[in-house]
């Protein structure tokens, strides 16, 4: 079953269920992808809607931040909550034991030695790691092995 098969049944259960913020926030997600869908008038795969889901629960958290440091915890605990949703649909993230023997792979399969280097060990990594970590921790893992 397709992500976006699996959102759409869901969004069903929600519905029967009345639990508002899941139903929302899934309503959210296929709309987001519906819309890239129409914008480029082909069919997202798994991993291009993942890529979308990772880019929404990457909005939420930053939208936490800017929040809490504004001081209405009451909207970041709805974007928590959003995030929680999203996070169902994600694979399962990746440990930091994990994310570092990508890391050590990619730099040694890339021959990378300089940060000028950086830029093919991320153009690597990424399919490898597409929702399963953050892209930014993944960012300073590799400048701390290539200085």
Excluded: H, W
């Amino acid at each position: 079953m397709s992500l976006v098969d699996q959102l759409k049944d869901q969004m069903k259960q929600a519905m029967r269920a009345k639990e508002k913020v899941r139903l929302g926030t899934i309503r959210m997600a296929l709309a987001a992808i519906k819309q890239i869908e129409v914008d480029t008038r082909e069919t997202l795969t798994d991993d291009q809607a993942i890529a979308v889901l990772t880019k929404m629960v990457k909005q939420r958290r930053d939208s936490i931040a800017q929040y809490s440091a504004a001081g209405r915890d009451e909207l970041a605990a709805i974007e928590a909550d959003e995030i929680k949703v999203l996070e169902d649909f994600l694979p399962q993230p990746l440990s930091e034991e994990e994310i570092a023997q990508l890391v050590d792979a990619s730099i040694t399969e890339m021959g990378a030695s300089s940060m000028a280097d950086m830029g093919k060990v991320m153009g690597a990594l990424k399919p490898k790691v597409l929702g399963r970590a953050d892209m930014a921790a993944i960012g300073a893992m590799i400048r701390a092995k290539l200085k």
